[in-house]
């Protein structure tokens, strides 16, 4: 774990985009690269700039949380996705764990949660 | 003909309620098996003249006739069902036309008969037909009696009746023409407690579900008022309060944010389940099997989901099915049963089917009137079929939208209708000083009739010299004068005892007519049919009894006359082609007058529940659209700011031990955050019910609401005492979507006004009425606002107005009754 991880933060809403921001800053060793507004604009930051973890919002305008997620896992799979919403798990369809994206209600959400997800995925990945 | 081609697919389900051979079809059937009965009636009275009185061979050719007849009639009750009403009616008609046809062709006196059976088609098609489909129908009713009349007049029959003896003739005259009178006007009454019935139905159905939509509205607004809003309020103290522990006793701070994470974390919690039960965002999500499993795992008895070929319906259907899951699934549980089974099923046609079967005991009796399952599955187009007590069950199936077939009618079809749209429109113009009632149109009508018809018999007694004349006068002058007399009656709001005088005299006088001029037997019965068809929307069943036997004694007794009588010589010293003119004109106007009667009862009636179906719909997808809106609101605004707020805090726990004054900083940024998601949450409570209202009554409120306008508002209310909660909360919304139209349309200048009178009888009044640019009338059209107003005004059982002229403002006025 010598390497910081670049954390992209999308979200429609602009006050959880500086909730998630201000997590981000306080963790160790994560460094905020971006922020975008719809899943469309991430898979957009994405192809132009280099992220190991995407903090996605799953209720946003267009094509939605959970397309974007899957979409992101299809065209780089080496970037970890943690979905993050004011509904509750069982709400959302069960193929996203199978396809590797973790899920966070964003009320538990911090930087403990953050550290732990992290710690997670990176483990479970060989 | 292969023996089951119209066979429903085997994955529809067996209807679980009424047999469908027992259905009736508001009298169909039971029409078809009078119909059936009178045929073999009338088989067995030709078998026994043909072995008894007439060795005739067309007699044996005739039987075989109607015994065919009666076959066609035992098919079509057999395979009658609600797929099969429109071709059934189509298959009646046109067994009944060509076996009048037959008749008078054989026997030309049976016109007396037939001119009654001809009419029947069109008057038992009036409950199940489209307007599209009636016209043609009717047209052809009026072509196949002027074509049965011509017939039966111009040519001159087997002579069979001349071997028949005249007493049974006479009696089977008697029979067949009482018979088929009461059918008809049986008829007309079914089509009108039918459509009446399904009109009622949907206004307490619409009553039903604005009083359930407005219960939930207040609760909505009590539960976020009492929860969420005050224990926010409480949080942003507390955040202040930890703010000042960083500074002063930095140890006790963190516990401190531990205990506001936890708090928010409930709040959020709530507010989910609150926002959950106003619209499921799962449903739009995820679909009715997500969505109604979700529901089930919150339930508090077991409750079994099976769900098979379901795909995605639109979205007020799934609503609307969900919808009456959720409810039974929170009916209190039934003690003895074993919980709930819902199956939701996708049929192969695009339909859907659902079942709920088991859980409480769903019973019709409740204080707060439940909304039903039909409450829900009717708006959108479906029917449900309920069985109450012990293993209360549901079955509801809704049908796939399917474009409406575009015309595809042949010109014969078309020329029908043609004639049909024709009569209607001269109906109209003949009594267009009343269209609304149709009683009064119809007196305004049998006056003209009767005036024209009087005139003639008069001119023809002067020419002929008839010594009768003064009779003849006297009944005719008497009729006008008695129809004049109804319609005076009727126009002052006595429309019962207007309709049973023109009913009376009008039976005195065809029967006098009759015996003087017996030939117009031919037409009287059709005629005599009329003064109980304008009766019928005014009466009670027993009331409506009564007439019916009343008018089949004057149908006896003027059938009667009508063969016995000599007549006085009028129609003797009358030339021949005259007379037959007489009856062939005469057979088809006089059903015309029937028809456009049942037309203009059925056209006002109908129009009236389609009206209200609107209404209904549009209720519905209003408040479907305000809950998602809500449920928007909610989870944009209030769930994430708290969401946000939960997340800052616990950067504020990592920053504490190493950078207390920016941990302070965001403190601060998090009350005021919190501040505006209090607020956001009180404009949204009072969006859904005001508070002002419960606590300082509707006068308050709309003072309340006038002093916020950007106009210069005035209110005034006048003798009203507190209205029950409905009615304050429907005039409530009224004024204000008249102030909001005033606002957006009256001009910057504009003042309004604002007025509630209450009347003695608890009746009130609004009048909301704007100084601004006005508009045309023609321009007004039902804008959204607008029709908001009429289905609330509406609901509440109130009428409603607007006047605008240009350059004259606007005015909006409603009337609730007591």
Known sequence: MSRTVRVLVVDDLVSFQRAAGAVVAVADGFALE?????????????????????LMDVSMPGMGGVEASLRIRDRHPQVVVLLLSVNRADELPGRLRERGIAFCAKEAFGPEPLEAQWRAATTGDP | MARRHHRRPMTAPARPATPPEQVDFLGLRAYLRMNLVAAMVAVAV?????????????????????????????????????????????????????????????????????????????????????????????????????????????????????????????????????????????????????????????????????????????????????????????????????????TDAPGEATGSIDDLIEELAQVGAEL?????????????????????????????????????????????????????????????????????????????????????????????????????????????????????????????????????RPGTRGPASRAAAAIWRTVAGAWSGLASEAPAEVSLSGLLVLRGFVTVAGAFVVTTCLVVRNPWLGLVLAVSAATVLALTWSIRLARRRRLLPGVLVADAMCSVSVVLATALVPVTLYYHPILSVIPSLLAIPLLSRPQFLGVVVANLVVTVVLTLVGRLSPGVGIQQRFPAPLLDLDIV??????????????????????????????????????????????????????????????????????LLPVRPGQAAAMLGELADELRQAVRELGELAHGLYPAALIEHGLEEALRRVARRSPLATSVAVHNVPRPRPEVALGVYFCCLEGLQNAVKHAGENATVSMRLVGGPDGELTFDVSDTGVGCDPALLGRGHGLSNIEDRVGALGGSFTVHAEPGAGVRIRGRIGP
């Open chain 1, 34 to 54: 971006g922020t975008a507004g719809s899943g469309e604009e991430a898979l957009e930051f994405l192809d132009r700039t280099a992220v190991d973890l995407v």
């Open chain 2, 46 to 246: 030709l078998v026994a003249i043909r072995v008894f009185m007439v060795a005739s061979d067309l007699l044996v050719v005739v039987c075989l006739l109607v015994v065919a007849l009666c076959y066609a009639l035992w098919r079509l009750d057999r395979r009658l069902s609600d797929r099969r009403v429109i071709h059934t009616i189509a298959l009646l008609a046109a067994l009944n036309w060509s076996a009048a046809l037959a008749a008078v062709f054989i026997v030309p006196f049976a016109l007396i008969i037939v001119g009654l059976v001809v009419l029947t088609p069109a008057m038992l098609a009036l409950p199940h037909l489209d307007r599209a489909r009636l016209e043609p129908l009717f047209g052809a009713t009026l072509v196949t009696a002027a074509v049965v009349a011509a017939a039966a007049r111009l040519q001159p029959g087997s002579g069979l009746e001349q071997l028949v003896p005249a007493w049974l003739v006479t009696g089977l005259v008697v029979l067949f023409v009482t018979l088929i009178s009461g059918l008809i006007m049986f008829a007309a009454w079914r089509s009108h407690a039918g459509i009446s019935a399904r009109a009622s139905a949907i206004r307490e159905s619409r009553e039903r579900l604005v009083a359930a939509g407005e219960r939930e509205r207040r609760e909505i607004e009590r539960e976020l008022r009492d929860g969420a809003e005050r224990r926010l309020g409480s949080a942003v103290a507390w955040i202040e309060r930890t703010r000042r522990l960083v």
């Open chain 2, 272 to 404: 989910r389940t609150l926002a959950h039960g106003i619209y499921p965002a799962i449903l739009a999500d995820r679909g009715l099997d997500a969505a109604v499993r979700h529901a089930a795992r919150g339930a508090g008895m077991p409750v079994a989901v099976q769900a098979h070929d379901l795909g995605r319906y639109p979205p007020e259907v799934e609503l609307a099915v969900y919808r009456c899951c959720v409810d039974a699934i929170r009916e209190p549980p039934d003690p003895t049963g074993d919980g709930l089974t819902v199956r939701l099923r996708g049929r192969p046609d695009g339909g859907l089917v659902f079942e709920i079967a088991g859980g409480g005991p769903s019973a019709p009796a409740g204080a707060a009137r439940p909304i039903t399952p039909a409450d829900r599955i009717g708006p959108v187009g479906g029917h449900v079929l309920v069985r109450h007590g012990p293993g209360p069950r549901v079955h509801g199936e809704i049908d796939p939208i399917t474009p409406t």
């Open chain 2, 585 to 654: 004109l005469s057979v088809p106007i006089c059903t015309a007058l029937v028809l456009s009667l049942a037309w203009r009862a059925h056209v006002s009636l109908s129009e009236r529940a389609t009206a209200l179906q609107w209404s209904r719909e549009r209720l519905i997808a209003a408040g479907d659209r305000e809950r998602r809106r809500i449920e928007r609101d909610l989870h944009d605004g209030a769930q994430q700011s708290l969401a946000a707020c939960a997340v800052r805090l616990r950067v504020v726990q990592r």
